[in-house]
């Protein structure tokens, strides 16, 4: 998907998204005023973006654990990720898919 696909289809899959996809491309989910967003990302974002997110500054690699107790902590419904073609977002969609939660892949 596009990052405008990714946003378009997110207010059927939930309401609290966590958000992979770089700070760069917030601006398309910034009219989703009715959902919440975790973003993580290496360097602060800069708007536009969603008016309700929380920031959560990091770089992997990240632990199948670490994803998991984040996932829970923040009742994340459902995911939105870059298709890194690595082994990098292993442990997300492994948690994801755990705790049966959609994931949206966006398109480098």
Do not use: C, I, N
Not at 28 to 53: C, I, T
Not at 63 to 84: F, I, M, N
């Amino acid at each position: 998907a596009s990052l405008q696909e990714a946003a378009a289809l997110l207010p059927a899959l939930g309401r609290r998204v966590f958000l992979t996809t770089g700070r760069l491309g917030l601006a398309a989910f910034a009219h989703l005023d009715g959902l919440w967003f975790l973003v993580r990302s290496v360097d602060a974002p800069e708007p536009p973006y969603p008016a309700r997110m929380d920031v959560l500054l990091d770089r992997g690699p990240f632990t199948l654990e670490g994803e998991r107790a984040l996932l829970r902590r923040h009742r994340v419904d459902v995911v939105v990720t870059k298709d890194s073609g690595g082994a990098a977002t292993a442990p997300k969609l492994t948690a994801a898919r755990e705790a049966g939660l959609p994931v949206v892949v966006v398109r480098r």
